[in-house]
């Protein structure tokens, strides 16, 4: 498909998210954790995560898929043929047909239902790029907490606080969906660096991957004009850190061309706290 047809689609899905925004109020979506990632960061995230891959081809998961924004982002900034496959599952009905509307004729298969219940695949995925819902901790009720805890407990076998929000749980279960040496990249809230309830993150990051960039926006910087929170853009590849492992930390600006930036030995980090 021609790069003005994919641009005519993402005129289409800008409109769709508007209308779809537009049904729920803005404590709905803040319940949902529904807060849509801009077009140009978007576009700005899966062009970095491309340089990251190589030039291999792609198996593409969004675990909380929206309307699709990044997935027409790789569709603007790759060419069809490195599309392996795609697939992307959102909870929300409405969202779901919406991109399956959208982007089935892509390639992309659309999934209706919760990430944190779907069983494993058989096949792993070779990039996952997502903004998971960002729902906080007062939003899920005791029996939820218990599943998702107990799930976690089978995956990764680690403990998670009671605190923690919803993207959580979507970063550290999407472990087993990613293939080995797959690349992930996360766009959350940066409060996980700072907060207690963010050490399950923290010590993931540090010893079960290799965290390859933490690139935070500046706090003044929002990027969603919905939500009071500052977000991070998180990278890591599913494989044990090399000895002498340094972590490129970068702020302010777009992750491309950061305002200031320096590299943290691992060692380092992990004896951190925070």
Known sequence: MKTRDIRNIEQRRLQEQLRLDAL????????????????????SIIRYALTQMGGKPV??????????????????????????SAVGI???????????DLWATLGLEIVQGDFTQHP????????IVSNPPYVRHHHLTID??????????????RDISG????????????????QDGGLAVWLIPSEFMDVNYGI??????????????????????????????????????KEPPPMGHR????????????MSEAFVQLDTLAHSGK
């Open 200 to 237: 399950a993150l923290r010590r993931y990051l540090t010893e079960s991957v290799t965290l390859l960039r933490i690139h935070r926006f500046c706090p003044t910087d929002l990027q969603f004009t919905d939500a009071l929170v500052s977000s991070a853009v998180v990278i890591f590849r």
């Open 59 to 84: 198996r593409f998961l969004d675990p909380a898929v929206g309307s699709g924004s990044f997935f027409s982002a790789l569709c603007q900034e790759s060419s069809p043929n490195s599309i392996a």
């Open 120 to 127: 494993i695949p058989e096949r792993p995925f070779s990039l």
């Open 144 to 157: 939820e907490k218990a599943r998702l805890k107990a799930r976690l407990g089978q995956s990764l076998q």
């Open 247 to 258: 972590i490129r930390f970068s702020l302010g600006g777009p992750i491309e061309n950061p």
């Open 90 to 100: 959102e909870l929300d009905p409405l969202f779901a047909k919406s991109a399956n």
């Open 163 to 178: 605190l923690a929000g919803l993207y959580c749980y979507f970063l550290l279960l999407c472990h087993d969906w990613l």
């Open 24 to 43: 729920k109020t803005a404590a709905e979506r803040n319940k949902w954790g529904q807060f849509a990632t801009p077009p140009e960061l978007a576009r």
